[in-house]
Every structure is written in structure tokens, then in C-alpha cells.
């Protein structure tokens, strides 16, 4: 955007985006450094943010999870949903955004609105018909009510592959149909890389939307064997007895992890801009 | 006159044909979304609807009594009011807070530097945490009465030492904060959009001669439109639809300060076994939020900019610099 | 059209790809697949553990709790299955989530066979015909009593059929700082003291030693307002489930000048702030355990670890007798309950495990009085052994409230849930200064009424 910028100015510039940041991410700092305080510790030493003495008891302790089944069932449990959601969901959504921002077919506007008005119905009420459905559907306890459901897109996504493509002016499609594209060309090999960044984005919220997702896992998955990571940490924090609060954050820094580094190697993805050169020539 | 209207039969034909080609593309494309939409969407949504009709306790069948859930719901329901306005406080204060820290934090970060991925990863930490219960547990510490927050400001001069969370007049906005922190998904999609304004644009509005500021509010702004539309439309809905935080930070306290309204819903629908009162509730929310939507999309007419479509406002500062 | 075909063969792959990983993790369930049909049917042939063989009956139990109790139940349970011909599912969660899941899998006739029950749940299920009753299974001996009070079994009684074996009783108490006392050298208080020397005594110890108490309940205000409403020889519900006692302007007086008291000592500073008590989250986080709180109102089954977490034994003694009440409104609920659904296939096999649960000697050393103060006398004694100081006190405190307590309270009703939260909300309002006690109990009594008789 800038062309080249005095030192000055970066110094500042980093300077601002440190201090916010570290006021930002401050509660999070805290927690990863409670992680390794001694449990009791945790709430009783708040304003002295590093530990006096530095343990791995809770990682231990967390890690070993309920009963005979530890985390490392949890993470592989998660990771295998989480993984098959993120696919489908970002693929069906970029179909179903190409179909609604694109073509004029019978019915589109009807449902686009239909598409939107499913976000705005709150899940409590719906989660009983979807068991009955997916009870009936013999579902229950495997981990298909979590992922099938993913293969039909998200709203959220479509509507924001639409916003994307909107940005990519229609001469593009003209051109290419004169060049003798067809429909299914014209979304693999142009629309797709032109929004590679939208559907990056998708995949790094579809990642973590799922993997933090609760209630639909709970629900579905009955037996410890089969849970995810989102229900595990949910039961290390349990109101009506005491709380092992340093095994919790352990093991919630360590649910981060895959998130953080999904995001860190996806990075570049997002942020790379197109050039519509050439096109405006 | 015979071949006039053989042609006339032709190109009736073609565009019928080219019609059909177009419904069946469309279908395609949108078919898997389709297919799950009507079997896990589309039913329950009826299904609920019409339990928003009975008195349903779950663990019987349900009783269809007409409209009196609605009615009473609008007529001898404090706690509705109270969670209707908790929840339009909480959406119109902290939708416009979230999407400016994030426009505001996604333009400071749009440049190229080695340091840059690190910054955006650690502004998009807080949206991962989500509603987890670990973030929550730890925002109610932070927010004590002897926790960091209180610590931060008595070190920068200003006295505190209230209980955030459990004064009356102040829980809403812990909760507020909490989900103005995590802006991080709103920053990502600006980013993503910032990105997406080709480079050229700026290149010839600084050979015209514009400063950054004219360059923001002609170029940057506008081709931003659809993504500040997207992004303003979620954090509505989004906003409307806060609960776990609601529930694991206050539960609704103190003295139903921060009962937000899906708090509320699920409360009556399992704490006190009245589902069938709570898809009421669940059906009026859908209209409110419909209604905002609705409003937003028709107020886009006047201000959102798709370049692939020819409509109007503010082209014409932008194309000049575009031609 | 070769383009077409490439993508359309790139897609299939991902599909087949994912069909692949979905059966692979399903491999486990393809068998509890089969077992899920509508009907509920949960007790079919299958394991999680490979080397149990297939044949075995496979039995759902479903309990909240943290990471301590599910440790504990499973150990318990796990030397069950060494003795017997039996298989687990264990199908634990946390209280926030107990219920929407619980609930949902009623709707879908998938309730699991052994169900952890609530005294405010428990009505909802029973009156549904979501669980079933025990009786039969008391009747041929296979839930033993021999040393157990059959009275108490009234805690687990709806509409006259037993549905829920309690696994324990608790009840209310004051608990003091015995330290905090010796400081201001104020008299330990006596099981019949009365309100107004629970307010002197406060004062008396902020005044020495500037030392506050905590606000009575405030986390739920229904547990003294049961007491005072009980100490004026009523019972909190009567059997229809309405208030008999919303009427008696005795009660109601009784009940609006305890308010107010309570509100005038936050107003003096002598009890707690509300916005700091109610900020309180954990066992850490409340004074009395810190040593900042000279008493404090508290369910009995808390008082082990909140002299845990002090580091010594709090005195523990029974509420405070209204001045002008007629007898002491102490009152025993149960702890929790065991129930068995209508879903189980096999309930004799359930009722066994239920009985093995609440009854056997090596299942309660392992789980230790988790769940209450056990019912039988038997379990009792042999744990006396076994349990700390701590635990031994509740059992002692618990014995001397049974004997002046003629029954144990019976479960909620139906609708209760949501009038109690009035109660709750309006308690809180008073302490914030919002309402008056007069309006808080008459709100309270006009709103409950309403609800209760829905």
C-alpha cells in the first residue's frame, strides 16, 4: 500500500501495535502462565502473572483426562471431525456462493433469503427436531450428525464467498464465456483463485468453529471414547464442585495450538492480494 | 414476415434453452447446500415453529394451545422486556465497537513486514477462544474485584475497585468487552477484503495526486462496501444470538443485568421444561433480527458498491481514478 | 467436458476420502450404531473394550459432576464389572449441560439406562413416565434396606411411587470460624440459638474485630426462606404444589423482617458487600474459607471442602430460630438421586448396579460421601473409619438435625424451578438496593403462585 516508510515511522508503528497487542492478549498471557502455576495456586496468586515455581502437574494431570481416557483420544477425536468438516463446508459453500452470486436461476433470491433467515433462528430450539432426525437416521454416537451437516455449507461462509465475488467485476465472466468457458470452468479454474482469500478465511473459522464447537458434540457423542476436545475442557469446569482450574488452562492452551499454527501456516493465503490487470488494460 | 417471426420463434428458443441451462447450473452448484438445508434445516425450522404453538414439556407429547405462548410472552412477561432490552443494549453497543477495532486494527496491519503475521495472529487469538469455558473463567478473574483490569487502572491513575461482574451497572459491559475482544474474525475478513482492492487503484490515485485519506474515503472505503455489509450483517446476528458467555461469566446477573435474550430462552426451554414457550420466543427473535437484516440489506441499495454490477453511489470520484 | 470429468473425479475422491476416515472412527460404533434405533433399545450387545467379549449386557449411566467425581464413579464402577457379567457405558458431563442433553435424548426415546437425578428434575421425569419406579425392585430385595430408614426414601417419592433412590441426605447449616470467634471472644453459637442473637453475635464480632459475616444465601435465597416458612410449622409446598403458607400474614412478616434485617446489616457494613459476594465462583473464592468471614450460611455437603480449603475444622451449627416461630425450620433434602429410565431394557440388571451404587462397602469407600451423607446406617459407620475430621462432622451434624427433622422433604414440584428463581432474583434486588422486602416477598409470593398453579 505504501511505498517505502521511514524508520521512524515503522518504530512507531510497532511500538502502537505491540502495546495494544499486549493489552489484547494480556488475559490470555495470564492464563498460559497459570498453566503452570500449582493448581491451587491459580486464583489465589492473580496479580503475580509468572509462577514462583514453574510445574507441569497440570499438564499432566489434564492431559490424563477422565476415567482412562486421556486427551490424546480427545485431540485425535477432534482433529478427525474437525478436519472432514473444514473440507466439506468450505467446498459446498464455494459451489453454493458461485451459484447465488452468478447465475440466475429459478428461485435464487428466495433462497438467499432462506439461506440467511437459518442463521437466525438460535440452535436451542432446533437442537431437539435434528436429534429426533438424526436419531431416526441411527446417527446418534458416531460422529456423523457432526460432519454430514458440515457438507452442506455454512451461511456464513456463503454469504461471504458472495461478498468476495461481488468484488470480481462480471467483464471476467463475459470474457471467459466469449473465450469458451463453461459454467464449471469458469468457477474452478478463474472464480476459485481470484477469492483464494476468502476461502482461506473460511477454512480458518470453519477449523475453529468446529473445533471449539460443544453443544452438537455433546449431544451426539455419548460415550468418552468418542469426545472431542471441546467437551473435555467443558468438564474440567464444572460449577458445583471444585474446579481444577490449572489443568483446565493447560489443556486449553493446548487445544490452541493446532488453531494457532492452522492459522500461522495459512497466513500467507489470506493476506495475498490478486492483481486484476488484466483486466482494466 | 415469415421469417421475421421464425426468427422471432428462434431466439425464444435459445433464450428458453440458455434459461434452462442457467436453472440447472444453479441447481448444481447450490444442490449439496440445497440437499442439507431442506433435511437438517428446513424441517426443524417447521418443526419448531409449530411447537411454538404447544405446551411441550419434552418429556411428553406436546399439547397444541393456539397462540398462548405469544400472547403470554407479550402480555405478563417481565423477564422478556427485560432480556429484549439487555439484549438490544448489549447488540447496539457492542456491534459498532467490534467492527471498528477491527476495520480500525485490519487497516494497521495491511503492509507488508515480517513482524505483520505475528501482530494479526495475536489480534485473532482472543475470536479463537470463542465461548470457551476456560476464556470465560478467566474474563470474570480479569474483571474482579482485585483482578487485572482494576490493577491496570489504579497503575495508570484511575481509582478502581469495583466487581465488574457483579455491579449492576457495570456487568453488561464485562460482557460487552468480552465480545468486543474478540473482533479478531471481523479483522481477518477486512483483511481478506483489503487485500482483495488491486494495488493499480492506489497507484494511480497517488500519481493523480491524492493523499491517504482522500484514498481511503474514495477507494478503500467504497470497494469495502460488500465486506463491511457482510461483516455488519453477522455481528447483528451474531449479537442477537450471545449466550454462552452471558451464562458462564453472570448467568443472567446480577438481578437479570445481563439476562440476554437467548439466556432467557434457554432458561425457560430447559431449566423450566417450557420448550414450547422457548420456540415462541425463539420465532420472535427470528423476526427481530430478520426485521434489522431486512433493514440493513435495503439501506445497502444506497451505500454498497459491487463492481460487478452497475449500480451507483460514490463512482463517480472512484471511477475516475479506476478509467 | 474432460475438465468436467476431472473435477467431478477430484470430488468423488475428497467424498470417498472422507467416507473412508468416517467408517474407519466408526469401526468402534458400527456396532453402537446398530444399537441406536428409535426405539431406545441400549442395552444390545457391544463394547468399547476389545477384549470384553460381545455377549456381554452393556449398561448406560449418566452422571454430572468434575473431573473428582468421574475419576471416582468410574473406579467404582470398574471393580463392579471385575465381579460381574456386566458392561459400562459411562456417559458423564458437567451441570451445564446435563439437562439439554438429558432432555433431548427423552425426546428421542435414547435416555440412558442409570440416570443421576436432581431434586428439582426428578418430578418432570416421574410425572412423564420417563423414569420408572423402584418399588418392585425394593419389594424382591434387590435395592436392599435393611439399614436404611424407610422414611427417607420419601425424598425420592412422587405421587406415591419411589422413583429415585437418594443417594444421600444433606441440609442447611451456619458455618463459623472458630478462630475468628476466640478473637473476639464471642461464645461459639448453640443449635437453638435464635435470629436475633445471629445478628448480635455478627455485630458483636465486626465490632471487636472488624471482621464482616457473609449475607445468608444469597446464591439461593429459597434455602432460608424454607427455613423460616417451616419454622412457623409449615411446609414449604403442600401437596398440590402451592403455598399454604402464602396466606399466614405471620409467615409473611416473619419472612419480610428477616429480609430486612439482612439488609440492614449490608447496610451497616456488617455483612458482606452483595456485589462481592456474588462475584464469588469457587470454593477458593469465598471469604470463610480465607478467613475474611466470620459465618456463613451453607449447604452440609459443603462444609467438607470448604474445611478443606481453610485448613481447619469450621464449626458447624443449625440455623437461627425466628424469635417469634413456634419451632426450629430445620429441614433434610436429598442430595441427588439414582433413578433408572423407561428407556433401560433391563432394569433388574440396573436396579443391582443402583443398589451396588448406594449399598456396598467397597463401591462408598471409593466414593466416599461425593454424594451425600449415605442413607444406609451400615455405609455410615463403615466410613466413619475411613473419612477425615471433616466428613466425620457432617455425619455428626447430619445425625443431630435428623433427629429434630421428622422426614425428608419430598422433591420439588413441577413448576417450581422457575417460581424459585423469583425468589432468588428478588433477594438479590433487595441486596442491591432495587426493592424493599416488603416487595420482595409479596412479588415473589403473587409471581409463584402464578407459576405454580400453571
New interface residues.
Given amino acids: 500500500m505504501n511505498k517505502k516508510v521511514s524508520p521512524i515511522n515503522m518504530l512507531l508503528f510497532h511500538l502502537l501495535v505491540i502495546s495494544i497487542s499486549f493489552v489484547m492478549i494480556y488475559p490470555l498471557i495470564w492464563m498460559f502462565f497459570s498453566s503452570f502455576k500449582d493448581s491451587a495456586l491459580v486464583l489465589t496468586t492473580i496479580e503475580q502473572l509468572f509462577p514462583s515455581e514453574w510445574k507441569l502437574n497440570n499438564y499432566y494431570n489434564g492431559w490424563s483426562g477422565f476415567g482412562g481416557t486421556s486427551f490424546e483420544v480427545f485431540f485425535k477425536n477432534s482433529f478427525i471431525v474437525t478436519t472432514l468438516s473444514v473440507i466439506g463446508n468450505v467446498l459446498v459453500s464455494s459451489m453454493a456462493a458461485y451459484g447465488f452470486s452468478r447465475i440466475k436461476f429459478k428461485g435464487r433470491n428466495v433462497l438467499f433469503v432462506c439461506m440467511l433467515i437459518t442463521m437466525m433462528l438460535p440452535a436451542q430450539v432446533l437442537i431437539i427436531p435434528q436429534y429426533i432426525i438424526f436419531s431416526k437416521l441411527d446417527w446418534v454416537n458416531t460422529f456423523l450428525p457432526l460432519v454430514v451437516p458440515e457438507w452442506g455449507g455454512r451461511a456464513f461462509f456463503i454469504f461471504l464467498i458472495i461478498q468476495f465475488m461481488a468484488g470480481i467485476p462480471s467483464e471476467l465472466d463475459e470474457a471467459a464465456k466469449i473465450d469458451g468457458c463453461d459454467r464449471i470452468k469458469l468457477y474452478t479454474r478463474i472464480m476459485l483463485p481470484l477469492i483464494r482469500p476468502a476461502l482461506v478465511t473460511c477454512a480458518v473459522f470453519a477449523f475453529y468453529w468446529k473445533w471449539d464447537d460443544f453443544m452438537g458434540s455433546l449431544l451426539y457423542l455419548n460415550t468418552p471414547e468418542k469426545y472431542t476436545v471441546s467437551i473435555a475442557l467443558k468438564l474440567f469446569a464444572d460449577p458445583t464442585s471444585v474446579s481444577d482450574y490449572g489443568a483446565l488452562f493447560a489443556m486449553c492452551i493446548l487445544s490452541l495450538l493446532p488453531v494457532i499454527i492452522l492459522f500461522l501456516v495459512l497466513q500467507k493465503y489470506i493476506v495475498e492480494g490478486i492483481a486484476t490487470s488484466g483486466l482494466k488494460g | 414476415m415469415n421469417y421475421r417471426s421464425k426468427n422471432a420463434e428462434l431466439i425464444t428458443k435459445t433464450k428458453n434453452r440458455n434459461?434452462f441451462k442457467?436453472?440447472v447450473?444453479?441447481?448444481?452448484?447450490?444442490?449439496?447446500?440445497?440437499?442439507?438445508?431442506i433435511?437438517?434445516?428446513?424441517?426443524?425450522?417447521v418443526?419448531?415453529f409449530v411447537?411454538s404453538f404447544t405446551d411441550y414439556?419434552?418429556?411428553?407429547e406436546p399439547k397444541f394451545i393456539g397462540l398462548n405462548n405469544y400472547i403470554e410472552l407479550f402480555t405478563k412477561d417481565k423477564l422478556f422486556w427485560q432480556a429484549l432490552s439487555v439484549t438490544f443494549r448489549f447488540v447496539f453497543l457492542s456491534v459498532p465497537l467490534r467492527l471498528l477495532f477491527a476495520l480500525a486494527?485490519a487497516l494497521?496491519?495491511?503492509?507488508q513486514?515480517k513482524?505483520v503475521?505475528l501482530?494479526?495472529?495475536?489480534?485473532?487469538?482472543?475470536s479463537?477462544?470463542?465461548?470457551?469455558?476456560?476464556?470465560s473463567?478467566?474474563?470474570?478473574?480479569?474483571f474482579?474485584?482485585?483482578?487485572?483490569v482494576n490493577?491496570?487502572l489504579n497503575s495508570i491513575g484511575i481509582p478502581s475497585d469495583?466487581?465488574w461482574?457483579?455491579?449492576?451497572d457495570t456487568a453488561l459491559w464485562s460482557i460487552i468487552l468480552l465480545f468486543v475482544?474478540q473482533f479478531g474474525?471481523s479483522m481477518?475478513?477486512f483483511?481478506?477484503?483489503l487485500?482483495?482492492?488491486?494495488?493499480?487503484y492506489?497507484e494511480a490515485a497517488t500519481v493523480d495526486g491524492a493523499g491517504v485519506f482522500r484514498q481511503f474515503f474514495n477507494i478503500t472505503l467504497p470497494?469495502l462496501t460488500?465486506?463491511i455489509?457482510?461483516n455488519t450483517?453477522?455481528q447483528i446476528?451474531g449479537g442477537?444470538?450471545v449466550?454462552t458467555q452471558a451464562?458462564?461469566i453472570t448467568d443472567g446477573?446480577?438481578?437479570?443485568k445481563t439476562l440476554v435474550y437467548?439466556l432467557y430462552?434457554?432458561?425457560q426451554?430447559?431449566?423450566?421444561?417450557k420448550?414450547g414457550y422457548?420456540?415462541a420466543m425463539?420465532?420472535v427473535?427470528?423476526l427481530i433480527?430478520?426485521f434489522f437484516?431486512a433493514l440493513i440489506f435495503k439501506s445497502s441499495n444506497t451505500w454498497v458498491f459491487?463492481?460487478?454490477?452497475s449500480k451507483k453511489p460514490r463512482t463517480k470520484k472512484l471511477k475516475k481514478v479506476?478509467s | 467436458m474432460k475438465r468436467k470429468i476431472e473435477k467431478m473425479s477430484k470430488f468423488l475422491v475428497l467424498i470417498g476420502l472422507a467416507l473412508i476416515m468416517m467408517s474407519c472412527s466408526s469401526e468402534n460404533d458400527a456396532t453402537s450404531e446398530s444399537e441406536m434405533t428409535g426405539a431406545g433399545d441400549s442395552t444390545e450387545s457391544s463394547s468399547e473394550n476389545s477384549q470384553v467379549e460381545k455377549t456381554d449386557t452393556e449398561v448406560r449411566i449418566t452422571w454430572w459432576g468434575s473431573q473428582a467425581r468421574h475419576n471416582s464413579t468410574i473406579e467404582a464402577l470398574d471393580k463392579y464389572v471385575e465381579k460381574n457379567d456386566v458392561n459400562f457405558s459411562y456417559e458423564y458431563t458437567s451441570w451445564s449441560s446435563y439437562w439439554e442433553t438429558l432432555a433431548t435424548q427423552a425426546v428421542g426415546n435414547n435416555l440412558p439406562d442409570i440416570i443421576q437425578m436432581s431434586t428439582t428434575d426428578i418430578v418432570n421425569y416421574s410425572k412423564n413416565n420417563q423414569i420408572v419406579s423402584l418399588q418392585p425392585y425394593i419389594d424382591s430385595g434387590i435395592i436392599d434396606l435393611t439399614y436404611v430408614d424407610k422414611n427417607s426414601l420419601s425424598a425420592g417419592t412422587v405421587e406415591g411411587e419411589v422413583t429415585g433412590y437418594p443417594t444421600g441426605v444433606n441440609t442447611v447449616s451456619v458455618v463459623y470460624n472458630k478462630e475468628i470467634f476466640d478473637q473476639a471472644g464471642v461464645d461459639y453459637p448453640k443449635d437453638n440459638w435464635t435470629w436475633s442473637e445471629y445478628l448480635d453475635t455478627a455485630k458483636k464480632i465486626f465490632e471487636e474485630t472488624g471482621v464482616q459475616t457473609d449475607i445468608p444465601f444469597l446464591s439461593e435465597a429459597r434455602w432460608l426462606a424454607e427455613y423460616v416458612v417451616r419454622s412457623y410449622d409449615y411446609d414449604f409446598y403442600e401437596a398440590d404444589g402451592s403455598f399454604g403458607w402464602a396466606n399466614d400474614e405471620r409467615v409473611l412478616n416473619g419472612l419480610k423482617n428477616a429480609f430486612a434485617d439482612i439488609k440492614e446489616m449490608v447496610e451497616l457494613g456488617v455483612f458482606i458487600d452483595p456485589e462481592v459476594q456474588i462475584a464469588w465462583a469457587t470454593t477458593e473464592d469465598n471469604y470463610i474459607v480465607q478467613g475474611k468471614s466470620a459465618m456463613a450460611f451453607l449447604l452440609s455437603n459443603y462444609y467438607e471442602t470448604y474445611s478443606d480449603v481453610l485448613g481447619a475444622p469450621m464449626g458447624i451449627c443449625m440455623l437461627p430460630k425466628p424469635d417469634d416461630a413456634d419451632k426450629s425450620g430445620m429441614y433434610m433434602n436429598a442430595n441427588m438421586y439414582w433413578s433408572i429410565s423407561a428407556d433401560c431394557e433391563d432394569p433388574e440388571t440396573a436396579a443391582s448396579i443402583l443398589n451396588y451404587m448406594v449399598n456396598d462397602m467397597e463401591a462408598m469407600e471409593t466414593i466416599l460421601a461425593d454424594r451425600g451423607i449415605s442413607l444406609s446406617s451400615e455405609i455410615r459407620e463403615g466410613l466413619t473409619e475411613v473419612v477425615g475430621e471433616y466428613t466425620a462432622n457432617t455425619f455428626d451434624y447430619i445425625s443431630s438435625v435428623s433427629e429434630i427433622v421428622e422426614k425428608t422433604n419430598a422433591p420439588d414440584p413441577a413448576n417450581a424451578a422457575e417460581a424459585i428463581n423469583v425468589l432468588k432474583v428478588n433477594y438479590q434486588a433487595l441486596m442491591y438496593g432495587e426493592m424493599d422486602a416488603e416487595e420482595a416477598i409479596d412479588d415473589f409470593v403473587v409471581q409463584a403462585t402464578d407459576i405454580l398453579g400453571q
Fill in positions: 434459461r442457467e436453472n447450473y444453479g441447481y448444481l452448484f447450490i444442490g449439496p447446500w440445497l440437499i442439507c438445508f433435511v437438517f434445516m428446513a424441517i426443524p425450522f418443526t419448531s411447537l414439556n419434552m418429556l411428553s486494527i494497521l496491519l495491511n503492509r513486514s513482524l503475521p501482530y494479526r495472529c495475536v489480534y485473532y487469538l482472543p479463537i477462544l470463542g465461548g470457551s469455558v476456560a476464556v473463567v478467566m474474563w470474570k478473574y480479569c474482579s474485584k482485585t483482578g487485572v490493577i491496570f469495583i466487581s461482574i457483579s455491579n449492576k475482544w474474525s481477518l475478513i483483511l481478506a477484503g487485500k482483495q482492492i488491486p494495488k493499480n492506489y470497494l460488500p465486506i455489509l457482510f450483517v453477522m446476528i442477537f444470538m449466550f451464562m458462564i446477573g446480577p438481578v437479570n437467548v430462552l434457554y432458561q426451554s430447559f431449566k423450566y421444561y420448550m422457548g420456540s425463539a420465532w427473535l427470528l433480527v430478520g437484516t459491487y463492481e460487478n454490477e479506476v
